[in-house]
């Protein structure tokens, strides 16, 4: 439930950011408070999905609220997936994948540093990296090639992404437990 509140904020801002400027910065303060609202804890512990979601509608509420920077709007969906594959690629590149954290919030400190558990959560944290390229890689294709498709599909796309990312996490963490468990 954690994992999901974590990307609450995004999943609003998919279905908030509306197609005018007005909507834009109103799904922006929306976010922003949902950043605050729903990682609440993970912020108090330093949880890179939470941080960096904040910073990034901070920066956002900031240029598009108050400094009226157009090309914020103008470049939200490459700047949005960007700063997801950042979050993710930064913290594996880091040593500290982010789905490390989650995990450990349902674990006994002395399972914290097991070597399986952290191959595991950087795996995970892998295949969600791999996912957010692909979401900035829709993004950049959407903005460079306006009109060509439907924007219902864009925004299909992107929350399929989403949806399967969550799917992975999901089977994949019962996927290892059942195998622990049959180990044992």
Avoid at 21 to 29: F, K, M, T
Avoid at 63 to 91: D, E, F, P, Q, R
């Amino acid at each position: 439930m954690l994992f999901l509140l974590g990307f609450m904020p995004w999943i609003l801002f998919l279905f908030l950011a509306g197609h005018s400027l007005a909507g834009l910065e109103r799904s922006v303060i929306i976010c922003l408070l949902a950043s605050v609202v729903c990682g609440f804890n993970g912020l108090r512990k330093g949880f890179i999905l939470q941080l960096g979601t904040l910073v990034f509608f901070a920066f956002c509420f900031i240029s598009l609220n108050l400094l009226k920077i157009v090309w914020v709007a103008m470049y939200m969906n490459i700047l949005a997936n960007g700063t997801l594959a950042i979050i993710m690629w930064g913290s594996v590149l880091s040593g500290k994948p982010f789905a490390l954290q989650y995990a450990r919030e349902n674990l006994s400190k002395e399972k914290w540093n097991d070597p399986k558990l952290i191959k595991t959560c950087r795996f995970i944290t892998i295949i969600w990296g791999i996912l957010m390229l692909l979401a900035l890689a829709v993004s950049v294709f959407k903005t460079t090639h306006q009109g060509l498709y439907p924007e219902w599909l864009y925004f299909d796309t992107s929350l399929s992404i989403i949806i399967s990312g969550l799917t992975f996490t999901i089977i994949y963490k019962h996927y290892k437990r059942a195998r622990t468990k049959a180990k044992n």
